[in-house]
């Protein structure tokens, strides 16, 4: 086969317009978390510390939002996603542990089933709070009973001699009674 030369035009290439180059649009990512009024309502609600305290103690800086009904891959349309109710502020590593066991996650109240129950009527064990309710306005309330046993609230008041964890709900009630957040006896904040 023999090769020529490139065809030749019967008519010219014209530019009609020059091209422009232009930069490209930075890409944001889309927020889909908490607004910074929640943030702020759970920043009051845990101190700054880790509210899980799985893994940290209660002692790390709480840095993420842990979503209790979780939002899905695609995200979600439910207004109850983004409240006070639904997050608890946790360190990273504690909220890791969580996504990574969803048993101990749904036990513990740290996860809730999609479409299975509003925020605020399930009990949460909480570090420092132990079984309490969650409510939007960035507040708990101690759970009477709660859903690992229905233990009453009374079952809890006791402090243990040696100044240990409660026996029904592992709340630290030493480190409970050292923290000034705390300023009352520990039946009052103590579930």
Known sequence: MK?????PRKTPLTAKSTLRRTAPKPSQP?????????MALLAARSGGVCEL???CLGSAPA???SHRIAKGMGGTKDPRSNTAANNIHSCRRCHDLVERDPAAAYANGWKIRRGAADPTEVPVRLWAHGWVYLDDAGGVRPALAYAAGELAADDCLTPREDGGRCGCC?????????????AGPLDLDHP
């Open 3 to 7: 090769r020529g030369g490139p065809i």
């Open 30 to 38: 889309r927020r889909t978390g908490p607004g910074p009024d929640v």
């Open 53 to 55: 305290g799985i893994v």
């Open 63 to 65: 840095v993420d939002p």
């Open 170 to 182: 592992a709340v630290d009630l030493a480190l409970q009674a050292a923290d000034p957040r705390y």
